[in-house]
């Protein structure tokens, strides 16, 4: 990337949608966030402690999930916002599956006090206007040999209603996403280590436009500094609709609509820090030449 700074990303709207977010885990954010878990199969490290970063809105399915896989770690639950925290917890004391004889271990609220051996942050760090500041946090919370499990949202994400907007010559209807191989390079360049990259599409459908809004208005907003500043009219909304209806049509199935989301998943490790290079020698340029004469005068004897 040119800048850490996502140059579409206005920073006082990511605030607000930070905190204003519905105090619930879309749907979407809990399949790519079961998807992820899949891929811990491939982890062979068990953490002892591990950190769930935002899971409120990361999925708090996917936290019964991990909590499942390693019923004998412990658990912490970072959320910036105290209305966040509460919906959580309330959460894990109402769960969503049929109480059973297994019994979750306790998930605490709040910082580690040591650095733990998993973070994992399903579906966040697209919608941050400091992605470089919040993976420098995410290696901080890590143990050296710790690892980060994340996934976010790709610049492929949208893609039917950016063109449609774009030909209506409205602004963009969300900010721009950033590639998996850039996240791949900011994650080496704060410090982690052997970073994997992937990405997948997942081609939703809705029944109506305004299910298709519905669905858009629960998994975000849009963050883009040329957004439109002012407040749209009911026969823009009108339009909109109509718009969507007719661009978004299913090719296979014409009653349904079909909108894109790229999906990028990604893990690293937290490497030792690097060691102070050995103090390095220097000699002049005239001591390497005598030093080479009295080599060749030695080789010729």
Known sequence: ???????????????????????????????????????LDLMTLQPKSWVHW??????MQAHALLTRRYPKSECFMLLEHAEHAQAAMKSIANPWWKPSLWRAPVSQVGEPAQPVQMLWANMALHAVADPMALIDRWLKA?????????????????????????????????HDFTDMHDWGDMLVRAGFAEPVMDQERITLTFSSPASLLA??????????????????????HQQLLAQLGSALASTEDGDRLELSFEIVYGHAFKAAPRTAMAKQSSISLEQMRATLAASKGRSGQ
């Open 142 to 174: 890590l143990a050296v040999d710790g690892f980060l499990m994340f996934s976010c949202l790709g610049p492929d994400t949208l893609r039917e209603l950016r063109q449609l907007y774009a030909s209506l010559g409205w602004p963009p209807p969300s």
């Open 54 to 59: 935002e899971p409120l809105r990361g999925g």
């Open 215 to 236: 669905e858009l208005r629960e998994l975000g907003r849009n963050l883009h500094v040329q957004r439109f500043g002012g407040l749209r009219g009911r026969r823009w």
């Open 1 to 39: 990337m040119p800048s850490e700074l996502p140059p579409t990303i206005d920073p006082q709207a990511a605030s607000r949608w930070s905190h204003h977010a519905p105090l619930q885990s879309p749907w979407l954010h809990e399949e790519v966030a079961r998807r992820m878990e899949e891929r």
